[in-house]
């Protein structure tokens, strides 16, 4: 929280200053002559050396790695899903509902490596920026999860770049509950960076709406937790909760505190595992739909 | 109507005390034509067909030319000018063009945009092309979901407001790249209501606006309609940021206009009480009824405009019982459902007659009146020629009256009507790099887009300290030379654009006989229970600062002309609790205050009389109420109160007296104190002609304990102020002089309220100013020679 008694009184002092300069019709001073007295509470240790070092520690999570992406620098973690939860089958479910999808529908994807689920963690609802992009693919045959984080303020564009790049390459998109936020999100951001993201190539399957459809009656609602709860028998033990994601974004950037990142990570992990898995439910065509732009 | 034969009418009957000191005539005007080359497209030519336009008139040919060149473009007009067609026509002009292209259209307020879009889909009715092309809406707090998406994916022209822009646009610029990045025009209307606090923060929204479509690669056109002002360019290039063409001959026609001045009568011997202005208000809205005008009257408190309203009602009972329905009141607070109603009821003709505060005074369409009556100076010239022009549309005779209060700037202009009709008005200012107004608008800059060292060109030289101390502060952080929001906060919803306050306090009626207490003795505290939500509804709103001076608990409230009794107040919840009754007499807060010097700046010395300049903190509270009667305005009784004293820290200029000066006053047998509080009240009346403020920002106090003798503190009432007294510091010989005429020419004895007196230590816009005479007058005499030693001019008699 601001202090803005505090505040108000160093506003106080550009206030005279101000009236000091226009009196000697000087330059405006420089602000940093001050700073000592006035910010005494303000940390005075480096934090160029507290970042690079905050930067480092995160390389030792398992997975992570800083990867090119379209030739820009991302943090990445990349987890196989079949480690991290061996007795779901996640990837045989997933591959079953596409077969049976491409079997009714000409249109769909034929194969799972074709496919993505996509689960945007943020600093906040419009006008904030995208935390960590988090994405649920085949390749080589492993299911895996590629997590693209922004570690500070200058990084959100290329997780927004790299971000576009992958749907590029495989438009059929999975989500939940991605027409609402997660593509529009991801469409603000890149509009945001000036980046190219043409949403009318996206083959999109939400399932949040076939699932209501599906459930509607049987559970007390239709949110994720609660889906894979009641089919799947997921139980999320010291999960971090959704509202408080946005002040980790935050204070991981001040002070490179890294559990509440581990929390965060997790957390999206779990989501698009278990999206993955009520995508294998959910008997229904993965029949795609231009989105409109 | 024939305002001629209605004066006489007046001058015989209920102004036979010679009520009328001027009239002035106001000639009729014939229209000034010119011709566009090139000449408009074929869509906007059948448009025009469609009004019954045949040719433009010179000023709105102008501001086309002017804005086809690519210029930013202040127009300035009078009242039913035709401005609206001014910027209309570009803006559609460049939408006819480019289908891709935008405009954003900006309105003081909400109201005033509704009625502009009616304006704009009455024109796409009259052209098939233009109405494929035109994709319009106002996007506002009442614009439904839906709606709002329609418009930022398809809309091209988009009415709005600055309090919109600032907290529902800006910060989601993201969702608007599209209008954003092909945004044209922005057209701002009004402009002269951008001053002051507002307008200071108004010129950071469009700084932002501008900023936030550089992003987008756009640089749109800046289009600005004044009402007459004595700054317009100046204003104009102050909100914008960049350099405008101005425009400002008026080629519109008007029907001639007599304006007459109107002074109560003295009602005593001593000629220092005059007959109370609201009554004279209510008399002449009754006659202007009675011969079926339909009339405006304007008062500056919404207690006024209610007074007014409720004894025009009465006396039309007494009078013309079937007239007295045809009568309204109209002021800000009221829920949108009444506005509306109320607007609608004028353009039909339905009512005669309307009891406003200026919330009216915008350009609203409310159809043809005949008659403004105005009581009290609104504080500017411009506004009171505003409130004027509400009358007499088209080219028909109308009439206004401006009746003046027994207070010292409209006794004033009574006595120096060429103030009013020969000298241009007032200069608008603004302080857009008020460090506590840019610090907010810098905090909602980087939540929209980081910080760069390149956005001090367009928010000023003290940028670059404001970012580091916020930086301090956690607000932002710097990454790869960016300042980037750095917490969870919404920084555009923590800062509002018209106060200094930024909550408001909602106004519940409970039924009589609902929960513990009663009206008569009203119960605070813990002892309250609330009502359940079936006994209650909400009637209005105030701003959180003016709640604890009109709502405190057993105050009379007055809402569309009933009265209510306070009976709790919650200050947590901000929430008022009034019940109705029926009472004779209404309430009038009793406020204190004390000011503390923290720091002088700068202290000078005139003729021998050190003044000074610097940093004070000021608190004050509501201490107790005064119980007025109606009609008497006589005091029946007083009520206690334990309200949360209210403080800001902002700039103050001092005078004190020398010990000369204050030797020769006790020889005379003067007392110093007196004459300070006299001299205090002079300046607080003519600052705000002089540093172009309203009453309102200035506040002053006497106070020995900081300075070790009795000194007048004068302060802008504005947290780091606004730099209002400090013109006054810099100018005192003008300010001293204009003091003394006004003590000197004053017809009273020993003072009255119209020179030293009003001694109403904060003029909170609520308080009903008619009520001066219930408070002691200073001694005209000691201000009078305090001025004359300040000017070091002979003592004259």
Known sequence: ??????????????????????????????????????????????????????????????????????????????RDVDELYPEGNVAQAMRAAVERAAAQDSDAPRTLAEVVVLDLETAGFWGNPLFVSALLFEEDGRLQTLQLMTRTYSEEGAVVRATVQILRERPNLVTFNGK??????????????????DRGALRHKDLLHPARKE???????????????????????????????????????????????????????????STGLLMGKLGETLREKAESA | MDAARFLEKLRVGVGREGQILHVEEIAAREARFAKLDPPLPPPLRTVLQGLEICDLYSHQARCIDESRAGNHVTVVTSTASGKTLAYTLPVLEAVLADPKATALLLYPTKALAQDQLR????????????????????????????????????????????????????????????????????????????????????????RRLRRAC?????????????????????????????????????????????????????????????????????????????????????????????????????????????????VRAYRGGYLPKERREIEKALFSGDLLAVSSTNALELGIDIGSLDASVMVGFPSTVAS????????????????????????????????????????????????????????????????????????????????????????????????????????????????????????????????????AGSAYRPQTGPDFKPPAKGDAKVIGNVDAISALELLYPEAVYLHDGETFVVRHL?????????????????????????????????????????????????????????????????????????????????????????????????????????????LRNLLISVIPLFAMCDRADIGGVIDSKNLGKATVFLYDRFPGGLGFVEHAFRRPEEIFRACWELVRECPCATGCPSCVGLPVLRPAQHQDPDVGGAWPIPDKEAARMILEALLSAELVF
């Not at chain 1, 101000?18 to 001073?29: Q, S, V």
């Not at chain 1, 509202?243 to 779990?270: C, K, Q, W």
Request: glycine residues 8%.
């Open chain 2, 384 to 515: 009171l020629w505003q409130q004027a022009g509400r009358a007499g549309r088209g080219r028909e005779e109308s009439l206004a009256i401006f009746i003046a209060y027994n207070d010292p700037i409209d006794q004033y202009l009574m006595r120096h009507p060429e103030y009013l009709f020969a000298q241009s008005p007032e200069s608008a200012v603004i302080d857009p790099e008020n460090p506590f107004i840019l610090s907010a608008h810098l905090q909602c800059a980087a939540f929209e887009l980081p910080l760069t060292d390149g956005d001090a060109e367009l928010f000023g030289p003290l940028t670059s300290d404001l970012t580091h101390l916020l930086e301090d502060h956690g607000r932002m952080r710097r990454v790869d030379g960016k300042s980037y929001w750095a917490n969870t906060d919404f920084p555009a919803r923590q800062s509002s654009l018209r106060h200094a306050s930024q909550d408001t306090y909602t106004i519940v009626e409970m039924a009589a006989d609902v929960g």
């Open chain 1, 180 to 197: 609402s936020f997660d593509v529009p999100f991801l469409s603000e951001r890149a509009a945001y960076h000036a980046v190219d993201f």
């Open chain 2, 119 to 206: 304006g704009l889909l009455r024109m796409a009715e009259l052209s098939a092309p233009l109405a494929d092309c035109l994709h319009t809406g106002t996007y506002d707090g009442d614009t439904p979901q839906h709606t709002r998406r329609k418009l930022r994916d398809e809309g091209n022209v988009l009415l709005t407001n600055p309090d919109m822009l600032h907290s529902g646009i800006l910060p989601y610029h993201t969702k608007w790249s599209r209008v954003l990045a092909n945004l044209k025009f922005v057209v701002v209307d009004e402009m002269h209501a951008y001053r002051g606090i507002f307008g200071s923060n108004v010129a950071n929204v469009l």
């Open chain 2, 570 to 678: 919650d200050l947590e919840g901000k929430t008022a609790y009034v019940e109705r009754r029926e009472v004779d007499y209404y309430t009038t807060p009793v406020l204190e205050h004390f000011v503390l010097l923290r720091g002088t700046r700068e202290t000078g010395e005139y003729a021998g009389t050190p003044i000074g300049f610097g940093d004070v903190t000021v608190t004050w509270f509501t201490a107790f109420f005064k119980k007025i009667q109606f009609f008497s305005a006589d005091s029946i009784g007083f009520g206690n109160l334990n309200l949360p004293p209210q403080e800001i820290e902002t700039t103050s200029m001092w005078i004190g007296l020398t010990d000369e000066m204050r030797a020769r006053l006790k020889q005379r047998g003067k007392n110093p104190i007196d004459g300070l509080s006299g």
């Open chain 1, 1 to 78: 929280m601001i202090d803005l008694s505090r505040l108000a009184r160093d506003l106080g002092m550009i206030s005279r200053r101000r009236a000091e300069d226009a009196g000697n019709g000087g330059t405006p001073g420089s602000w940093n002559e001050n700073r000592a007295a006035v910010s005494q509470h303000s940390n005075r240790w480096n934090h160029e050396a507290a970042v690079a070092f905050a930067h480092e520690s995160l390389l030792d999570l398992p997975g992570a790695e800083v990867m090119e992406v379209a030739g820009e620098p991302v943090f990445a973690v990349r």
């Open chain 1, 215 to 273: 459930f509607r009656g049987y559970f007390p609602n239709c949110k994720l937790k609660t889906l894979e709860r009641m089919l799947f028998g997921i139980r999320r033990i010291g999960d971090i909760p959704s509202n408080e994601i946005p002040a980790v974004f935050h204070e991981f950037i001040a002070t490179g505190y890294l559990e509440r990142v581990r929390d965060v990570l997790h957390h999206s992990r779990m989501d698009l595992i």
């Open chain 2, 214 to 326: 550089r992003h987008y690669g756009a640089d749109p056109q800046f289009f600005l309609c004044s009402a007459t002002i004595a700054n317009p360019r100046e204003l104009g290039e102050r909100l914008i940021g960049a350099p405008v063409a101005l425009i400002d001959e008026d080629g519109s026609p008007r029907g001639a206009k007599k304006f007459a001045l109107w002074n109560p009568p003295f009602v005593d011997t001593g000629r220092m009480d005059r007959r109370s202005s609201n009554v004279e208000a209510h008399v002449l809205l009754t006659e202007l009824v009675k011969e079926r005008v339909q009339s405006i009257c304007f008062s500056r408190a919404r207690v006024t405009a209610e007074l007014i309203h409720r004894y025009t009602q009465e006396a039309l009972t007494r009078e013309k019982p079937e007239l007295a329905r045809r």
